[in-house]
């Protein structure tokens, strides 16, 4: 079972993820991240920015890119990433990879299988954080994803494309329609998750990943296969867990020597 830990804010749940990251990468320069985009992980870079940590040779793997973005443009996960994590946590640009980056066409068809190789060759991910959408896509991995799956093109549902509209001025159409991610399959190779989710919108696909049968119609419940996650959640998105009682109890009481 995944480890769950209800946090009082958004804040402690930054924190939280940052102290994970922050004993691997002291422990291991050169660690390898798994980096999300969206709203949620921006409070683990946050925190991260104040640890005094030196990040510049920290190896980085984006989950996912949309398909169809000119090269810079900022709505893209690259640009993203770059202002958002890279930025401001002091890394290294040129150790940042990005699905799909530089191609277009017919040659995406070949991305998945260059990205699968850049992470094997950069010895796999050590943490990989992961955000959670309400379809219970992780990455871009919508309902239907195989578990199984690899890193390649995928289509964007409606209700994903609807509330990403906002990075686009509100225009859904103006959202790409296709995608490159990183796989379930992919995904699970991580050495550790840590999956991040708050605020009540997230409630239902979080209690569905968490505490759900592990099924390709909930691709966040793909969570369940690996020995190692800790997933944090606030008060509103723990909502609707149905252990929470026990998830508390469990942290609360943990053992020094598991801390
Ligand atoms: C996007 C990303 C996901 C992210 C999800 C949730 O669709 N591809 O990686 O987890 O949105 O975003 P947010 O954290 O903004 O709610």
Not at 186 to 207: C, P, S
Request: hydrophobic fraction near 50%; glycine fraction near 10%.
């Amino acid at each position: 079972m995944a480890e769950v830990v209800i946090v009082p804010d958004v804040a402690a749940g930054g924190a939280l993820a940052a102290d994970a990251i922050e004993a691997l990468v002291r422990d291991r320069p050169d660690a390898v991240l798994g980096l999300a985009t969206g709203s949620t992980p921006l409070a683990i870079w946050r925190a991260l920015a104040t640890r005094g940590l030196d990040l510049r040779r920290v190896r980085g793997f984006a989950l996912d890119e949309y398909v169809g973005l000119p090269d810079g443009d900022p709505r893209s996960y690259r640009a993203t990433i770059d202002a958002e994590v890279v930025a401001v946590l002091g890394m290294d640009p040129a150790l940042v990879r990005v699905p799909g980056e530089g191609l277009a066409g017919a040659a995406l068809a070949g991305a998945g299988a260059a990205y699968e190789a850049a992470i094997a060759e950069a010895g796999g991910v050590d943490l990989q954080v992961l955000g959670i959408g309400r379809t219970g896509h992780i990455g871009f991995n919508e309902p239907g994803s195989s578990l199984a799956s690899r890193t390649r093109v995928k289509t964007l549902t409606a209700v994903t494309r609807r509330d990403n509209a906002r990075f686009f001025d509100g225009d859904v159409d103006a959202v790409p329609l296709h995608c490159v991610t990183q796989g379930l399959g992919t995904i699970l190779d991580a050495r550790r998750l840590v999956l991040l989710a708050f605020g009540e919108a997230k409630a239902a696909a979080l209690a569905a990943a968490v505490e759900g049968p592990v099924t390709a119609s909930m691709p966040a419940s793909v969570i369940q296969l690996h020995p190692d996650v800790l997933v944090i959640a606030d008060e509103a998105a723990a909502g609707r867990l149905r252990f929470a009682d026990y998830y508390r109890e469990a942290w609360a009481s943990r053992p020094e020597w598991a801390s």
